[in-house]
Protein backbone atom coordinates (compact mmCIF):
# COMPACT_ATOMS: atom_id res chain seq x y z
CA UNK A 1 0.00 0.00 0.00
CA UNK A 2 2.95 2.28 0.88
CA UNK A 3 4.52 2.21 -2.59
CA UNK A 4 1.35 2.92 -3.96
CA UNK A 5 -0.11 5.84 -1.82
CA UNK A 6 3.85 7.04 -2.31
CA UNK A 7 3.04 6.97 -6.43
CA UNK A 8 -0.37 8.62 -6.24
CA UNK A 9 1.61 11.67 -4.29
CA UNK A 10 3.78 12.12 -7.69
CA UNK A 11 0.76 11.76 -9.80
CA UNK A 12 -0.80 14.79 -11.23
CA UNK A 13 -4.52 16.12 -10.12
CA UNK A 14 -6.42 15.43 -13.10
CA UNK A 15 -9.48 17.96 -13.98
CA UNK A 16 -12.92 17.48 -15.26
CA UNK A 17 -11.73 18.11 -18.92
CA UNK A 18 -9.02 15.18 -18.79
CA UNK A 19 -10.19 13.01 -21.47
CA UNK A 20 -10.64 9.23 -20.99
CA UNK A 21 -7.52 8.37 -23.36
CA UNK A 22 -4.81 9.85 -21.46
CA UNK A 23 -6.48 9.73 -17.90
CA UNK A 24 -4.40 8.16 -15.23
CA UNK A 25 -6.14 5.21 -13.83
CA UNK A 26 -6.84 3.09 -10.46
CA UNK A 27 -7.34 -0.36 -11.78
CA UNK A 28 -9.66 -2.82 -9.34
CA UNK A 29 -10.22 -6.49 -9.11
CA UNK A 30 -11.33 -8.67 -6.29
CA UNK A 31 -11.56 -12.35 -5.81
CA UNK A 32 -14.65 -13.39 -3.50
CA UNK A 33 -16.31 -16.17 -1.23
CA UNK A 34 -19.15 -15.67 -3.71
CA UNK A 35 -21.48 -13.20 -5.98
CA UNK A 36 -23.49 -11.62 -3.03
CA UNK A 37 -22.01 -7.81 -1.51
CA UNK A 38 -23.45 -7.35 1.28
CA UNK A 39 -23.71 -11.20 1.96
CA UNK A 40 -20.48 -12.32 0.56
CA UNK A 41 -16.75 -11.32 1.43
CA UNK A 42 -13.66 -10.37 -0.65
CA UNK A 43 -10.55 -12.62 -0.20
CA UNK A 44 -8.37 -11.20 -2.68
CA UNK A 45 -8.29 -7.53 -4.62
CA UNK A 46 -5.37 -5.66 -6.44
CA UNK A 47 -5.32 -2.00 -7.21
CA UNK A 48 -3.30 -1.02 -10.20
CA UNK A 49 -2.23 2.57 -10.87
CA UNK A 50 -1.45 2.89 -14.60
CA UNK A 51 0.35 5.83 -15.79
CA UNK A 52 -0.91 6.31 -19.80
CA UNK A 53 2.17 8.09 -20.98
CA UNK A 54 4.68 5.32 -19.55
CA UNK A 55 1.95 1.87 -19.71
CA UNK A 56 2.33 -1.47 -18.18
CA UNK A 57 5.88 -1.86 -17.29
CA UNK A 58 5.39 1.08 -15.15
CA UNK A 59 2.24 -0.15 -12.88
CA UNK A 60 2.26 0.16 -9.24
CA UNK A 61 0.42 -2.51 -7.95
CA UNK A 62 -0.90 -3.40 -4.97
CA UNK A 63 -2.08 -6.74 -3.53
CA UNK A 64 -3.85 -7.97 -1.08
CA UNK A 65 -5.22 -11.67 0.90
CA UNK A 66 -7.63 -11.50 3.30
CA UNK A 67 -9.02 -13.88 5.74
CA UNK A 68 -13.25 -13.40 5.26
CA UNK A 69 -14.04 -15.08 8.63
CA UNK A 70 -16.33 -16.87 6.75
CA UNK A 71 -16.44 -19.64 4.28
CA UNK A 72 -16.36 -19.18 0.67
CA UNK A 73 -18.46 -21.12 -1.61
CA UNK A 74 -17.67 -24.12 -3.64
CA UNK A 75 -18.23 -22.58 -7.17
CA UNK A 76 -16.60 -19.50 -5.89
CA UNK A 77 -13.56 -21.70 -4.71
CA UNK A 78 -13.60 -23.47 -8.07
CA UNK A 79 -13.36 -20.51 -9.98
CA UNK A 80 -10.83 -18.64 -7.70
CA UNK A 81 -8.95 -21.68 -6.10
CA UNK A 82 -8.90 -20.09 -2.81
CA UNK A 83 -10.23 -22.84 -0.03
CA UNK A 84 -11.25 -21.75 3.53
CA UNK A 85 -7.97 -23.38 5.20
CA UNK A 86 -5.73 -21.24 2.93
CA UNK A 87 -7.20 -18.04 3.55
CA UNK A 88 -7.40 -18.84 7.46
CA UNK A 89 -3.69 -19.37 7.22
CA UNK A 90 -2.34 -16.94 5.01
CA UNK A 91 -4.98 -13.96 4.37
CA UNK A 92 -4.77 -11.02 6.74
CA UNK A 93 -7.21 -9.34 8.93
CA UNK A 94 -10.60 -7.61 6.95
CA UNK A 95 -10.54 -4.58 9.20
CA UNK A 96 -7.02 -3.79 8.20
CA UNK A 97 -6.41 -4.76 4.67
CA UNK A 98 -9.85 -3.41 3.76
CA UNK A 99 -9.14 0.06 5.28
CA UNK A 100 -5.60 -0.07 2.73
CA UNK A 101 -7.85 -0.86 0.14
CA UNK A 102 -10.47 2.00 0.54
CA UNK A 103 -8.10 4.39 1.52
CA UNK A 104 -5.94 4.26 -1.82
CA UNK A 105 -9.32 4.19 -3.93
CA UNK A 106 -9.96 7.32 -2.04
CA UNK A 107 -6.86 8.80 -2.42
CA UNK A 108 -6.46 8.32 -6.22
CA UNK A 109 -10.31 9.58 -6.81
CA UNK A 110 -9.22 13.15 -4.67
CA UNK A 111 -6.57 13.46 -6.91
CA UNK A 112 -9.28 13.09 -10.18
CA UNK A 113 -8.01 9.51 -10.88
CA UNK A 114 -10.88 7.18 -12.19
CA UNK A 115 -11.16 3.57 -10.26
CA UNK A 116 -11.06 0.78 -13.37
CA UNK A 117 -13.25 -1.90 -13.12
CA UNK A 118 -14.83 -4.22 -15.39
CA UNK A 119 -18.41 -5.21 -15.21
CA UNK A 120 -17.37 -2.25 -11.87
CA UNK A 121 -20.50 -2.09 -9.80
CA UNK A 122 -19.75 -5.78 -8.66
CA UNK A 123 -16.44 -5.20 -7.35
CA UNK A 124 -17.53 -2.04 -5.90
CA UNK A 125 -20.47 -2.85 -4.22
CA UNK A 126 -18.93 -6.20 -2.38
CA UNK A 127 -16.22 -3.66 -1.31
CA UNK A 128 -19.24 -1.42 -0.29
CA UNK A 129 -20.80 -4.54 1.28
CA UNK A 130 -17.31 -5.04 3.66
CA UNK A 131 -16.64 -1.67 4.97
CA UNK A 132 -20.44 -2.14 6.13
CA UNK A 133 -19.97 -5.28 7.38
CA UNK A 134 -16.62 -4.22 9.92
CA UNK A 135 -18.04 -0.96 10.63
CA UNK A 136 -14.99 0.98 9.11
CA UNK A 137 -15.79 4.34 6.62
CA UNK A 138 -18.12 4.17 3.54
CA UNK A 139 -16.18 4.92 0.07
CA UNK A 140 -18.26 7.52 -0.61
CA UNK A 141 -17.55 9.34 3.12
CA UNK A 142 -14.39 9.39 2.07
CA UNK A 143 -14.17 11.19 -1.61
CA UNK A 144 -14.53 15.03 -2.19
CA UNK A 145 -17.06 14.18 -4.81
CA UNK A 146 -18.88 11.48 -6.63
CA UNK A 147 -17.14 8.16 -7.10
CA UNK A 148 -15.72 8.41 -10.62
CA UNK A 149 -15.49 4.85 -12.26
CA UNK A 150 -14.28 3.37 -16.06
CA UNK A 151 -16.25 0.15 -16.62
CA UNK A 152 -14.58 -1.20 -20.05
CA UNK A 153 -17.64 -3.85 -20.26
CA UNK A 154 -20.49 -1.03 -20.51
CA UNK A 155 -18.37 1.04 -22.73
CA UNK A 156 -17.61 -1.77 -25.46
CA UNK A 157 -21.04 -2.77 -24.88
CA UNK A 158 -22.10 0.51 -26.37
CA UNK A 159 -19.32 0.91 -29.44
CA UNK A 160 -18.57 -2.33 -30.12
CA UNK A 161 -21.82 -4.31 -31.50
CA UNK A 162 -20.12 -6.99 -31.38
CA UNK A 163 -22.10 -10.86 -31.10
CA UNK A 164 -20.58 -13.43 -28.74
CA UNK A 165 -19.67 -13.08 -25.20
CA UNK A 166 -18.33 -9.94 -22.85
CA UNK A 167 -16.26 -11.99 -20.27
CA UNK A 168 -12.95 -10.43 -19.45
CA UNK A 169 -11.50 -13.13 -21.33
CA UNK A 170 -14.02 -12.57 -24.48
CA UNK A 171 -13.17 -9.23 -24.42
CA UNK A 172 -9.18 -8.92 -24.06
CA UNK A 173 -9.12 -11.44 -27.10
CA UNK A 174 -11.50 -9.10 -29.14
CA UNK A 175 -9.32 -6.39 -28.72
CA UNK A 176 -5.93 -8.76 -29.07
CA UNK A 177 -5.15 -7.98 -25.24
CA UNK A 178 -1.90 -10.45 -24.22
CA UNK A 179 -2.66 -11.18 -20.34
CA UNK A 180 -0.18 -11.20 -17.86
CA UNK A 181 -1.15 -14.51 -15.99
CA UNK A 182 -4.37 -16.72 -15.88
CA UNK A 183 -7.57 -15.31 -15.71
CA UNK A 184 -9.69 -14.92 -12.10
CA UNK A 185 -6.42 -13.92 -11.09
CA UNK A 186 -7.22 -10.86 -9.43
CA UNK A 187 -4.08 -8.95 -10.63
CA UNK A 188 -3.88 -10.73 -14.06
CA UNK A 189 -7.34 -9.23 -14.50
CA UNK A 190 -6.85 -6.04 -13.32
CA UNK A 191 -3.82 -5.25 -15.51
CA UNK A 192 -6.40 -7.16 -18.93
CA UNK A 193 -8.91 -4.83 -17.81
CA UNK A 194 -6.41 -1.48 -17.37
CA UNK A 195 -4.76 -2.89 -21.04
CA UNK A 196 -8.54 -2.64 -22.39
CA UNK A 197 -8.43 0.94 -22.57
CA UNK A 198 -5.83 1.96 -25.08
CA UNK A 199 -7.01 -0.46 -27.91
CA UNK A 200 -10.57 1.05 -26.96
CA UNK A 201 -9.34 4.62 -27.51
CA UNK A 202 -7.50 3.56 -30.89
CA UNK A 203 -10.30 2.14 -32.56
CA UNK A 204 -13.24 4.13 -31.49
CA UNK A 205 -11.85 7.64 -30.92
CA UNK A 206 -15.00 8.78 -29.74
CA UNK A 207 -14.39 7.27 -26.55
CA UNK A 208 -10.92 8.80 -25.98
CA UNK A 209 -12.16 12.02 -26.47
CA UNK A 210 -14.92 11.39 -23.29
CA UNK A 211 -13.77 13.43 -20.32
CA UNK A 212 -13.95 12.69 -16.87
CA UNK A 213 -16.38 15.28 -16.13
CA UNK A 214 -18.64 13.77 -19.12
CA UNK A 215 -17.89 9.93 -17.75
CA UNK A 216 -20.33 8.39 -15.67
CA UNK A 217 -23.26 9.96 -17.37
CA UNK A 218 -22.08 8.77 -20.31
CA UNK A 219 -21.70 5.46 -19.16
CA UNK A 220 -24.93 5.56 -17.22
CA UNK A 221 -26.65 6.52 -20.31
CA UNK A 222 -25.09 3.57 -22.18
CA UNK A 223 -25.78 0.91 -19.80
CA UNK A 224 -29.76 2.12 -19.93
CA UNK A 225 -29.58 1.55 -23.62
CA UNK A 226 -28.21 -1.80 -23.25
CA UNK A 227 -30.77 -2.88 -20.51
CA UNK A 228 -33.56 -1.53 -23.13
CA UNK A 229 -32.77 -3.90 -25.43
CA UNK A 230 -31.83 -7.09 -23.38
CA UNK A 231 -34.99 -6.73 -21.33
CA UNK A 232 -36.84 -6.76 -24.57
CA UNK A 233 -35.29 -9.73 -25.30
CA UNK A 234 -35.43 -11.00 -21.97
CA UNK A 235 -39.33 -10.44 -22.77
CA UNK A 236 -39.82 -12.08 -25.73
CA UNK A 237 -38.04 -14.97 -24.05
CA UNK A 238 -41.04 -14.65 -21.09
CA UNK A 239 -38.50 -14.27 -18.91
CA UNK A 240 -38.48 -11.32 -15.76
CA UNK A 241 -36.77 -8.01 -17.14
CA UNK A 242 -33.59 -6.55 -15.57
CA UNK A 243 -33.92 -3.74 -13.05
CA UNK A 244 -30.45 -3.22 -12.18
CA UNK A 245 -28.50 0.47 -12.74
CA UNK A 246 -25.26 1.31 -13.55
CA UNK A 247 -24.55 3.66 -10.28
CA UNK A 248 -27.56 5.25 -10.29
Known amino acids: MTELLTALDTAPHQTADQTLADSWLLGFDTETTGIAPGRDAICSATLVLRDPARGYEADVVGEWLINPHQPIAPAASRVNGFTDAFLQEHGGEPTELLEQIANVIATAQNHGIPLLAYNAPFDVHM ?73 ITRLYPQTGRITLGELMDWQRDAYRRWQDSFNQWLTSKGRTPSTDSWFA
Request: aromatic share 6%; net charge negative.
Open 127 to 199: LEGDLARWGLTPLNDRLHGELTVVDPLVIDREISHRKGKRTLTDTTFYYGVEPHGDFHDATADTIAAVDLIAP
